[in-house]
């Protein structure tokens, strides 16, 4: 099985913007894809951003325009940019290999071990 680590969390104050990776080893079956998804404390995990094997990338309501997913597919790395950070994107940022769309929760066949982001107002 795959294995995914993430990194590029930290603390910022709102407005400002961090930049997720996640690095995947192994293989990773060209009928899955991508994603990531985050939780906050007492929250359910929801999904934020996912991209298909076509580069083609879904986005969550709340971060659509602020929020933009990528993939370097020779280095397999997946990235998060997140621009114009609000307090209520502090979360646990969670990497995830699915089926697809891989949007919510039960599409996941895998997770990263998750980097924390918090945002101050």
């Known amino acids: 099985q795959e294995q995914l680590v993430e990194s590029g969390g930290g603390s910022v104050q709102a407005g400002g913007s961090l930049r997720l990776s996640c690095v995947a080893s192994?293989?990773?079956?060209?009928?899955?894809?991508m994603g990531w998804f985050r939780q906050a404390p007492g929250q359910e995990r929801e999904g934020v951003a996912a991209?298909?094997?076509?580069?083609?990338?879904n986005y969550a309501d709340s971060v659509n325009g602020r929020f933009t997913i990528s993939e370097d597919n020779a280095k397999n790395t997946l990235y998060l940019q997140m621009n114009s950070l609000k307090p209520e994107d502090t979360a646990m940022y969670y990497c995830?290999?699915?089926?697809?769309?891989?949007?919510?929760?039960?599409?996941?066949?895998?997770w990263g071990q998750g980097t924390q982001v918090t945002v101050s107002s």
């Open positions: 995830a290999v699915g089926v697809c769309p891989t949007t919510v929760v039960p599409d996941v066949v895998n």
């Open positions: 192994g293989y990773i079956h060209s009928s899955y894809c």
């Open positions: 991209i298909d094997s076509d580069g083609n990338p």
